[in-house]
């Protein structure tokens, strides 16, 4: 039995409106809604990744080193932001969760247009 049926169903609570009303968000599976998880510890993300906390250290540099990289640590606070943590997850495999690219795009103010145009326009002359 999990922990949260365990203390859910705890002797404690005398009714089930009681019980319910009492009950911590802590206690609500993963699975039954889609949280706001916040900030967490290198704990939290690892649970997340499905890793105990020795492995997702050693692992993290490669996650970081990665094209799509993990999301970093605050600054500050040196938690992981756990919601960004699952979009990056999903937008490994954007196929399985409908989103359209993982690529962020290009700013068009830094296209070299007049480059580019010249590059295929001499590329055509050439032929």
């Known amino acids: 039995m999990a922990f949260a049926e365990r203390?859910?169903?705890s002797p404690r609570y005398s009714s089930c409106a009681e019980r319910q009303s009492?009950?911590?968000p802590k206690l609500v599976a993963l699975s039954d809604v889609e949280?706001?998880?916040g900030d967490g510890t290198v704990a939290d993300a690892a649970r997340i990744m499905g890793l105990s906390k020795s492995v997702f250290?050693?692992?993290l540099p490669g996650l970081r080193s990665r094209r799509l990289p993990f999301p970093a640590p605050d600054e500050t606070t040196g938690l992981f932001d756990l919601d960004a943590i699952v979009q990056w997850r999903k937008?490994?495999?954007p196929h399985l969760y409908y989103l359209t690219s993982t690529d962020e795009g290009e700013d068009?103010?830094?296209i070299d247009v007049r480059?580019?145009?010249d590059e295929v326009l001499g590329a055509r002359k050439a032929r």
Request: proline letters at 5%; charged letters at 45%; a positive charge.
């Open 108 to 110: 068009a103010r830094c």
């Open 22 to 24: 009492r009950r911590s």
């Open 35 to 37: 949280p706001v998880l």
């Open 57 to 59: 250290e050693k692992k």
């Open 91 to 93: 937008r490994r495999h």
């Open 7 to 9: 203390a859910i169903q």
């Open 115 to 117: 480059g580019r145009l």
